[in-house]
């Protein structure tokens, strides 16, 4: 019982995982940026909720509020941050460190209004009743499942069956063909960028409610993201989902036979047998030479 237990934490934590890595394989998909500030958008998501729930506001109000800065933060990051670097023809390592020393200023500025220790919000959600001999469930778990469910649904629709949405798809390949039928390569990417910062913010509620935040979230997330990008195949959506849940169930299985201190080395171990093994990932294209 006790490994069902922790299978079905694993898919809470999966599911939120999935969300997180998808926003962010989303924005590498489409505009081939190393969007390394990502863990930074959940963090401000995450803690725009928290300020919003001691507030006293309703829960729509704090999911807004959360919603509209993770976005706002995805935006100003592609205007004033990856555009200037990529019109002078700045390299790959100069966008890592301008979005890496982002994150670095986005959690200091965390620490000084909220502090340095783990914060978080209490919710009846999190409440778990006994459903079997020996398995308890809350109903957050449902909310999660739901919630990954119907937006993995509604953002696949888009960009299958939207005009916006095969741009997107289509913005890396080819930007100049955009133009050509009167897609503007700037919008799309802004798109990219607010739609892949948006996939952060129900993690990062949920997060919130469950295990907590504190300021250096940011980067336990965007090494999670990353590992799931990579076992999922580089520029994915649906791999990068299916890592993140296979992450967040591995992540929790292992505390049945290890130590709790072993659970995020987990993840990395599968990440480390995907690159040895299958470096294109669940759903990457195989290069050959």
Known sequence: MLFLQLFISGLQTGAIYALTAAGFALIFGATRVFHVAHGATFALAGYAYLACTDAGLPWPAGALAALVLAVAFGLAMDAFIYRPIQRHEGSFFTVFVAAFGMSIVVQSVI????????VTVSSALTMARQVAPGIYLA????VAAGVAIALFVLVTLFLERTRAGIGLRALSENPELLRAYGLSSRRLSAMAFGLGSAL?????????MTSGLQPAISHQVMLISLAAAVVGGIGSLRGAALAGLLLGVVENLVIGVLDTQWSAAAGFVVLFAFILFKPSGLFGQAVTR
């Open 111 to 118: 620490e000084l209004v909220f502090g340095r220790g783990f």
């Open 139 to 142: 109903d957050i778990f449902w």
């Open 200 to 208: 952060a913010v129900p993690g990062a509620i949920l997060t919130t």
